[in-house]
């Protein structure tokens, strides 16, 4: 009974990070934190992106709950569920750089979708990179992705009640 509980905590918490990953995005990296996230938005050669430091914050937020549901660490104020949370963040942290890093942004490998998900995913994504500056947007999610048609339909809105520039290149 106790792996199933946990199971569940950790499947929990994947599924809570795509909102919390989504609300961060919208928020913060598209807020207050675009100093980090901007050159994510920018042409560059680089390895490494500024916006490679919210991954460190994720991982600090995972090392963070393995510590307070640590007994060796916290002694009697362990709270056992953290450990669990943290192994769901974790693994959200490995799906994120899958997929967002991965296959959207082809950091580590290179396959281009023809059909499915994957292809929606990528989609997704790309239209929210038709935007320039931190203003408006579409697709905030990393796992999760809209319909296409319906993104391409928000992002015109956008551009015509002056809430986003879009880029010249954008194919919307």
């Known amino acids: 009974m106790d792996f199933i509980i946990a199971s569940l905590i950790v499947i929990a918490t994947v599924a809570a990070m795509e909102w ?7 928020y913060i990296m598209h807020g207050f934190g675009w100093a980090w996230h901007r050159d994510h938005h920018e042409p560059h050669d680089n390895m490494l992106e500024k916006n490679d430091l919210y991954a460190i914050v994720g991982a600090a937020m ?3 709950m393995f510590i307070w549901g640590s007994p060796m660490m916290m002694g009697a ?12 963040i974790l693994f959200y942290g490995i799906i994120y750089t899958l997929v967002h890093d991965g296959l959207v942004h082809q950091r580590y490998f290179r396959w281009v979708p023809k059909s499915g998900y994957a292809k929606r995913l ?9 935007t320039v500056g931190k203003e408006g947007g579409v697709s905030f999610g990393f ?3 809209g319909d296409p048609a ?16 879009i880029r010249e290149s954008a194919q919307i």
């Open 77 to 88: 104020s362990a709270w056992w569920p953290a450990t669990w949370i943290g192994l769901g």
């Open 143 to 145: 796992v999760l992705a």
């Open 62 to 64: 995972s090392i963070s």
């Open 122 to 130: 990528v989609q997704a994504h790309k239209l929210h990179h038709a």
């Open 20 to 26: 919390v990953a989504w609300a961060s995005h919208k």
């Open 150 to 165: 319906k993104l391409k339909a928000e992002l015109k809105r956008q551009r015509e009640d002056g809430v986003a520039k």
